[in-house]
């Protein structure tokens, strides 16, 4: 089983925001790998399942960063961070429980399993 650090970013753009997820790459450990969400992690539970943006490859920085983003990307505000734990489906997806505190946020202990639905958007689906 994996535990691999993770972090949750509020991302403030000139064009509105959104939420990076983030957690530390289980292959390279070398990078971070996650998802842009649309909704705070306040909501992600209640919600249920939503679709997800996967991101770029981020520096490990970004697990404690909070600041401005070079080339004129906007701010980031950590509003969670701790671990995932959990396996990889595959090359295909994973399995995670999520344990985070923070600043905006009542998350503690979520399970989540996150598949891709096409080439651009994956399924994150939470449980109880």
Known sequence: MLKL???ILHHQVHTGSHYDWLWLDPVS???LTGFRIPCPPNQWAERQSFLAEPLEPH???YL???GKVSGRRGRVLQVA???VLGHAIGDVGWD???QVTGMQTDIQVLRVRIL???NVRWRVKFFD
């Open 64 to 66: 404690t960063y909070q």
């Open 5 to 7: 650090p993770t972090v």
């Open 81 to 83: 961070k701790g671990y």
């Open 29 to 31: 450990r070398d990078h």
């Open 96 to 98: 995670w429980q999520i």
């Open 59 to 61: 520096r490990l920085a």
């Open 116 to 118: 891709p639905e096409s």
